[in-house]
């Protein structure tokens, strides 16, 4: 541990979950001491992430951008995410960010296509990230 003044505010972090999508995870409580989490996972290939709908008691932002950061504005894949109770999907082609308000369910998250990596920044309004699927409290 950093022993200096502002050490403690500077949080290297390698993978924490290396399947079976590489996510590294900045944990509110454990790392900052605040209600902000970050996870962001490497999709490499066409996969069904999330298929049971869900929900979380704070708001969530789905940031999907692609790896290839010479050409940011675009995304290389086809991505279907449901929103709501009625899973209403929304297909997402380019650089996009989703907000998900807290109570708001949300998944299936279908990675159709995927050309190129891609990455997902999720970002929680959260000490912790917590689901509910179905009402049953996940951590």
């Not at 972090?13 to 001491?33: A, N, Q, S």
């Not at 069904?48 to 290389?76: A, Q, T």
Request: glycine fraction near 6%.
């Amino acid at each position: 541990m950093d022993k200096s003044k502002y050490g403690k505010y500077v949080i290297p972090k390698g993978i924490t979950h290396p399947e079976p999508y590489p996510t590294m995870e900045w944990i509110g409580d454990l790392d900052y001491k605040t209600n902000m989490t970050f996870m962001i996972t490497r999709v490499l290939e066409p996969c069904k992430m999330e298929e049971v709908p869900h929900c979380h008691d704070f708001d969530m932002y789905l940031h999907f951008i692609s790896s290839d950061f010479e050409h940011m504005e675009e995304l290389f894949a086809e991505i279907i995410i449901g929103l709501g109770e009625e899973q209403e999907l929304h297909t997402i082609t380019s650089p996009t960010s989703v907000y998900i308000p807290a109570g708001m369910y949300h998944c299936p998250l279908i990675f159709k296509r995927v050309d190129k990596p891609l990455v997902i920044f999720h970002t929680n309004i959260a000490s912790k990230y917590v689901k509910k699927e179905g009402g049953v409290i996940k951590s």
